[in-house]
């Protein structure tokens, strides 16, 4: 089934699913899709908007040019979603618990989210802006970072020896969050 310019509101998880359907410059609002099974849906140029999403099953979903805003995403597993023009922005989310494991999502934009053990193990978030985001406790690892834009958020230890950084933008608030594995004090 392929769907293109309709608006959900409201919609159960039920209504959504089913296997190889498609939904093309849609709105999805106030829809509770928590535990919903997304499998093999593919979403296209589509907004969600003040959505619960916690702990849907994204495995081979298709997120395509895809906004998410005021919406609950937290332990969602974008890593098992589809790679094919995989592009997503976030704007007022929580994204706590929410995995990014080897996504491709350059130039991606979070703004005003809260990433709290976010796990963004060999995500590539090539000139990513990270835009007043709280990022306690997110997971880097072997991430790609070059030229993102951290300046505004907070709380994120990122070893630059373990994750590419190169010409990534750090404000200096963010410096003890480079430094921390050298477990030295920073003043000032």
């Known amino acids: 089934m392929h769907y293109e310019d309709e608006t959900f509101t409201k919609a159960p998880a039920a209504q959504l699913t089913g296997r190889n359907h498609t939904y093309e410059n849609c709105k999805f609002i106030s829809c509770d899709l ?3 099974n997304l499998y093999g849906l593919v979403f296209i140029d589509c907004v969600f908007d003040g959505c619960n999403l916690a702990l849907a099953d994204a495995t081979d979903t298709g997120f395509q040019n895809i906004r998410f805003k005021d919406c609950k995403l937290s332990g ?6 589809r790679d094919f023009l995989f592009e997503v922005y976030f704007e007022n989310c929580i994204l706590d618990n ?7 999502n350059k130039k991606g934009r979070f703004t005003d989210c809260s990433m709290t053990e976010t796990d963004l193990t060999e995500a590539d978030l090539t000139e990513a802006k990270f835009i007043n985001c ?25 070893d630059p020896d373990d994750n590419m950084i190169k010409k ?7 410096l ?9 004090k920073i003043e000032g």
């Open 98 to 104: 929410a995995i990014f494991y080897k996504k491709k």
């Open 168 to 174: 990534a933008m750090f404000s200096l608030h963010g």
């Open 176 to 184: 003890p969050g480079l430094l921390a594995k050298y477990d030295i």
């Open 34 to 36: 928590s535990h919903a």
């Open 134 to 158: 709280n990022l306690n406790r997110a997971f880097f690892s072997r991430t790609i970072l070059k030229g993102a834009d951290l300046r505004s958020s907070y709380n994120y230890t990122i």
């Open 76 to 81: 969602l597993n974008f890593g098992k979603a």
